[in-house]
Each structure stands twice: as structure tokens, then as C-alpha cells.
């Protein structure tokens, strides 16, 4: 039966890799029918627009939803996918293939998965002056014993952390570590915060965190803070399994993690809510090396292969995954990040003549 994806690109390189990727699913011959709605209303260059309501509608209504890479004028979109339809898990796997342009000695085994919470903490921004902050809150005093006042002029963030969000970003990531366990992986859930500076919110993550992975009974727990996991995910990523991050960490070091293994440009992820989901690459629009055809599509193909999981064609999620990594251990039609001299397209039609003759 066919299935119905919308594809929305976003802009930049975003543009260039959606469309090889969705030339690649159309080659493979998967059984999909790809919709391109406009993805924005009065959007100009530097101005971003608004989505418009039946392209929310032909989105929620899709089999799959397949997103490029958001910049000044699409952000919209990407906060519509994100913080509108509250996608609160991130799952970014962070995954070595031989022939991948590690600055690592040794990153063979690199095979971890960061959950990134993705609706709470420091994002979305709520930002303001610290004049209104020190009317309504005159006793607030940081750990010094310094009020908000006796800073002066300046502005504030404020930081969430709930219960509820916090247990089912929880659960999605023992879910997560108790199928990679199935297939063989250590089955643990490593929490990062800074729970020793930021207690009350940071410490609240850690706290239930641990109490629903160690109530899970199958798996192990250990929590880091995020310096220290910073510095893990470059020395040891190999003893990493599931990585649970409050939402900020998990923005910054999902883009360590990818740099660890070759590059922005191989990083996918899936952003999951209730009843909801939607694929896209880790990078961002990439303004530098837009428009030149050069920009790595692996990120966004297998983000591709993450969503075909999704929608129930497992098998050909699991063959486009291997024909990403055979065309990585063949070497010869890699983008210039890579050392290679192929264009974006000419990488996207390797991997599809990889995918045919697997
Ligand atoms: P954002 O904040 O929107 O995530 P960013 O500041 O992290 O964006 P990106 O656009 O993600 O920046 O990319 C950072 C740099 O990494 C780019 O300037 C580009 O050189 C490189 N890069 C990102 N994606 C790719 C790709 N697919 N192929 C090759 N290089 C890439």
C-alpha cells in the first residue's frame, strides 16, 4: 500500500538534500508517494513566514514528514514540527562507518544514541529584563546570596523542568536502551546534567531519571555531568549506550557527537511526540557551502531510513542504512567533508546504486 510523506526542506543545503534524498526514495522504488506543500507564507530572505494551516494539516495527516535544515526564513516550520506539535523526544544516533572522516585515532564501535528532551529546560526561549524579574520575585538570591536587583541592568532566561516531561523522555529512552539491548548493546541509560550547580531543576531531571531507569530493573543507570560528558563522548564514546540530555546539553553535544564520527553532515535524527513524529538532519542550513551542491546527504538519508522505520517498512529502512555504509567502505562517491570530490547528488545516486544491488 502506498504511503503518503511530505517532504519540507526547510532552506539552504536543506533544499539540496531533501531533494536528492527524495530522488533516492523515488529510485528505490519504495512505495511512497512524496508531497511538497509550501512550506511558508510571507517569508523573504531574512523575514520568516508562517506555515500555512493546510500544509500543518497535509503534514499531521502524512504517513512520514521528512525536514532539511531550518534558517532565517523557515524557522517557523521547524518550531510548527517541533514546539508546535511537541516533538519532545530528540533521537540522534551518533554511529562510526568505516570510511567515515573521523578526527578520531580510533572510532570503529562508536554506536550510541543521544536522547535530546526536546520541549523543556532553557528552550524555547523565555527571556526578559531583569527589572521585571526583581519586581516579582524581590527574595529570589543565587547560591551567593545575591538578589536578581543587585545585578542591575540585564536580562534573564528561565529554565523548566517538570515531572511529566522529564518521566516520558524517560521512558522513551529505556524503551529505546531495552531494544538495542534485544540486539546485543549493554542496555544502559547514561543521564547528563549539571545537577550540581542547577539542584532544584537539573537535580529534579537526575533524580527521576535514575528512579525510572533503576525501576526498569533491566538496565543500568549513570548519570555524568555535562563537562565531564562533554569530555566522555570524545575519550570513551565507545562505553556510550543511550545518552539521556536535558535539552540544551543534548543540542551541544549531539553536534560533538557528530563532529566525533566524521561530521555535521552524517548526523539524522527522529523527533518524537504523542501520536506525532518527523525526521530531519542535525545541521542547520549551512549558509557557507549552500547553493554549491556539495553538501554531505547522508544526515538527511538516514534520518530517511529512521523514518521509513517509523512508518513500518523496517526492512527497507535496514537496507538503506547498509547501503549508506557500503557506500562509506567503497569510498569512491563521497562529498568534499569526506575527502571526496562528489556532489551532493552524485553521493545520493551511490548510495541508491548500493541500495539496488544489495
Ligand atoms: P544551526 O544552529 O541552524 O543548527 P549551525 O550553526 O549548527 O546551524 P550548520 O548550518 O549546522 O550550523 O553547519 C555548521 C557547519 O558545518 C556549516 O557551516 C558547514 O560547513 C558544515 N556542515 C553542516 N552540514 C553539512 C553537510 N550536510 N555537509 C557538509 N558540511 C556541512
Given at each position: ?14 533544499i539540496e538534500v531533501v531533494d536528492a534524498t527524495c530522488d533516492l526514495l523515488v529510485g528505490a522504488g519504495l512505495p ?327
Open positions: 500500500m502506498t504511503k503518503t510523506v511530505v517532504a519540507l526542506p526547510g532552506e539552504g543545503i536543506g511512497l508517494k512524496i508531497l511538497t506543500p509550501p512550506q511558508t507564507d510571507g517569508a523573504t530572505p531574512t523575514v520568516a513566514g508562517f506555515v500555512p494551516d493546510e500544509t500543518k494539516r497535509t503534514a499531521r495527516e502524512a504517513d512520514g514528514v521528512l525536514f532539511g535544515a531550518a534558517g532565517p526564513a523557515t524557522t517557523n516550520v521547524v518550531s510548527w514540527l517541533r514546539w508546535g506539535m511537541q516533538a519532545w523526544a530528540g533521537m540522534r544516533p551518533i554511529r562510526f562507518r568505516p570510511g567515515m572522516r573521523s578526527p578520531l585515532a580510533d572510532p570503529e564501535g562508536i554506536d550510541y544514541v543521544i536522547v535530546r528532551e526536546n520541549s523543556e529546560g532553557i528552550y524555547p526561549g523565555r527571556e526578559g529584563e531583569l527589572a521585571d524579574l526583581a519586581r516579582v520575585m524581590p527574595d529570589l538570591r543565587d547560591r551567593s546570596g545575591r538578589t536578581v536587583k543587585e545585578y542591575g541592568d540585564g536580562r534573564f532566561a528561565v529554565k523548566i523542568v517538570t515531572p511529566a516531561g522529564v518521566e516520558r523522555v524517560a521512558r522513551f529512552a529505556c524503551r529505546l536502551a531495552r531494544a538495542r539491548k534485544a540486539k546485543g548493546k549493554p542496555g544502559k541509560v547514561t543521564c547528563v546534567t549539571k545537577s550540581n550547580v542547577l539542584r532544584r531543576t537539573d537535580g529534579l531531571f537526575h533524580e527521576i531519571t535514575e528512579r525510572v531507569v533503576r525501576e526498569a530493573g533491566d538496565l543500568t543507570f549513570e548519570h555524568f555531568h555535562v563537562d565531564d560528558a562533554s569530555r566522555r563522548l570524545v575519550r570513551f564514546p565507545k562505553s556510550m549506550d543511550v545518552v539521556l540530555c536535558m535539552n540544551q546539553y543534548g543540542d551541544i553535544l549531539s553536534d560533538l557527537g557528530a563532529e566525533t564520527v566524521g561530521g555535521l553532515g552524517l548526523a539524522p535524527s527522529g523527533n518524537f511526540g504523542d501520536g506525532w513524529a518527523y525526521f530531519e538532519s542535525v545541521h542547520g542550513s549551512a549558509p557557507d557551502i549552500a547553493g554549491r551542491g556539495i553538501a554531505n546527504p547522508t544526515a538527511t538519508i538516514l534520518s530517511a531510513a529512521m523514518m521509513l522505520e517509523h512508518m513500518g517498512l523496517g526492512a527497507e529502512a535496514a537496507r538503506l542504512d547498509a547501503a549508506v555504509g557500503r557506500t562509506y567502505r567503497e569510498g569512491k562517491t563521497l562529498t568534499p567533508d569526506q575527502g571526496g570530490a562528489a556532489t551532493t547528488r552524485q553521493m545520493a545516486q551511490a548510495v541508491l546504486a548500493a541500495y539496488r544491488n544489495a
